[in-house]
């Protein structure tokens, strides 16, 4: 299972950005999708999940200008971002617990590589 993330960059204080992470491989079922962030020296932080039942969750400090999405045909969550200030800067990682289809296999939660995002002026 691999989840491979896009759509990281530049981007001035006050405007969007929309991330995009697709899973692929044998998944059997995917339970979940979300996002974390990282800085240097700093430890991860959760921003946003969203479960299969489509209920979704957001770091106190997103609410309001971030908004998860997944599309389960396609295997991809999308995490708009608007609005955004200079304290959103960070590496942006994507997750999702899931179920692989090999006999067995048990629910595990799978990371992404990261996607830059910078907000800067």
């Known amino acids: 299972v691999q989840l491979q993330a896009s759509g990281g960059g530049v981007v001035q204080p006050g405007g969007s950005l929309r991330l995009s992470c697709v899973a692929s491989?044998?998944?059997?079922?995917?339970?979940?999708m979300g996002w974390y962030r990282q800085n240097p020296g700093k430890q991860r932080e959760y921003v946003a999940t969203i479960d299969s039942d489509g209920i979704v969750e957001y770091r106190e400090t997103v609410k309001g200008r971030f908004t998860i999405s997944w599309d389960t045909a396609k295997k991809t969550v999308y995490l708009q971002m608007n609005n955004v200030t200079p304290e959103d800067t960070a590496v942006y990682y994507c997750?999702?617990?899931?179920?692989?289809?090999?006999?067995?296999?048990?629910?595990?939660?799978?990371w992404g590589l990261g996607t830059q995002v910078t907000v800067s002026s």
């Open positions: 491989g044998s998944i059997y079922r995917i339970h979940s």
């Open positions: 997750t999702s617990f899931i179920t692989e289809s090999t006999a067995g296999s048990r629910m595990q939660m799978y």
